[in-house]
């Protein structure tokens, strides 16, 4: 066929063709290919240190922020803290009763002349407000991982076992200055026995418990203005109801009357109403007897503020761990 001539077909054909539609297709974007594994795992180990990974795959899926302690310091963070909310309770309750015996006897705007305050309620306030800030420190240092709190904590108890250590050397070193103190200190309380009612109960107290009355006999308060034979008031040649051996009237209420006139009486007739013995010999065999005792609590108590030492640093070490591991982690990628 020659290059002129076409075939009919090829004419017709021509002549029904149409250019295809065009359809609106993304634009065709280069593709990449992934990286292999062991480049995964080579750049993940340059670039995300060890916990770190996981902790982010942890937070990713939902599960929450990682413990801020390992279940271990966890334990010695809720100990420290239950152990000093405890002594707290106390102190706050020593407060409460402190307050309320001030109130009632209405001295709260006395007693803050001096250094040592001479209201004994006004030292157990004192006391009281001193033990339940520190515990309350140990509290929230605890709870709240605050390391400044724990170090005032720390600093607080380390100050106290110094004291009670300078206290307890200072009682071996002077036990017989101080034993022969206290039959002085007993007669000054005899002789100022209406002047404060701190005094006059801490000494009723003494006399009641110890069965006992004056220092070395119940002639001792003779030195009391208001109970000497030469006083010209009610009670001379009187003695207090603490003195009686029945200081109780029908179980309950307190006979004032029974040391009346006690001190006109002979020793056998006087012994039947009042007790004879003094105060001084029976406190210093009541001290012999329970010196262990004594000596046992205060070894408990130091026992105790040392283990609360000891928690609270072990707490301070580990949450500086803590952060240390925690700045490592966060450093730049």
């Given amino acids: 066929m020659e290059e002129g001539e076409r ?29 292999r594994e062991d480049q995964v795992g080579a750049w993940s180990r340059r670039r995300c240190p060890s916990g770190a ?30 152990s000093n909310f405890l ?3 106390l102190a706050l309750l020593a407060l409460a009763v402190g307050l309320w015996g001030l109130a009632v006897k209405g001295s709260l705007g006395g007693g803050w002349g001096g250094i040592v305050p001479p209201d004994p309620v006004l030292g157990l ?7 339940s800030t520190v515990s309350l420190l140990g509290c929230l240092g605890a709870l709240c991982e605050n390391s400044c709190f724990l170090r005032c904590f720390c600093g607080a108890v380390l100050f106290f076992l ?16 101080l034993q022969d103190s206290l039959e002085h200190t007993l007669h000054v309380a005899i002789t100022h026995y209406q ?11 003494v006399q009641l418990g110890l069965r006992c009355c004056g220092v070395a006999s119940y002639q001792d308060w003779q030195q009391n203005l208001s109970f000497n034979c030469d006083s010209p008031g009610t009670q001379a040649c009187s003695l207090p109801a ?35 013995e003094g105060c001084g010999p029976a406190m210093l065999q009541w001290l012999h007897r329970n010196i ?29 761990a803590h952060k240390t591991v925690e700045a490592v982690e966060a450093g730049p990628l």
């Fill in 125 to 131: 306030v004192l006391g009281a407000l001193a033990v």
């Fill in 242 to 276: 603490s003195c009686c051996i029945r200081p109780w009237e029908d179980g309950a209420l307190v006979n004032t009357q029974c040391g009346l006139g006690a001190l006109r009486l002979d020793e056998d007739a006087a012994g039947q109403v009042v007790h004879l």
């Fill in 162 to 177: 110094v004291l009670e250590a300078l206290a307890g050397a200072l009682v071996a070193a002077l036990w017989g200055p």
């Fill in 87 to 89: 002594f707290s309770l």
């Fill in 53 to 82: 990974k996981h902790q982010g795959w942890k937070k990713g899926l939902g599960g929450g922020p990682a413990p801020s302690l390992p279940t271990g310091y966890s334990c010695l963070k809720y100990l420290t803290f239950l």
């Fill in 7 to 35: 075939s009919p077909l090829l004419s017709q054909d021509a002549a029904h063709w149409e250019p295809p539609l065009l359809t609106n297709r993304p634009p065709t974007t280069s593709h990449t290919v992934p990286p």
């Fill in 195 to 205: 002047d404060s009612p701190d005094l006059r109960f801490l000494l009723d107290q």
């Fill in 292 to 320: 262990q005792a004594l000596g046992g609590c205060a070894i408990a108590i130091v026992v105790v503020q040392g283990a609360e030492l000891l928690l609270a640093t072990w707490l301070l070490k580990a949450l500086a």
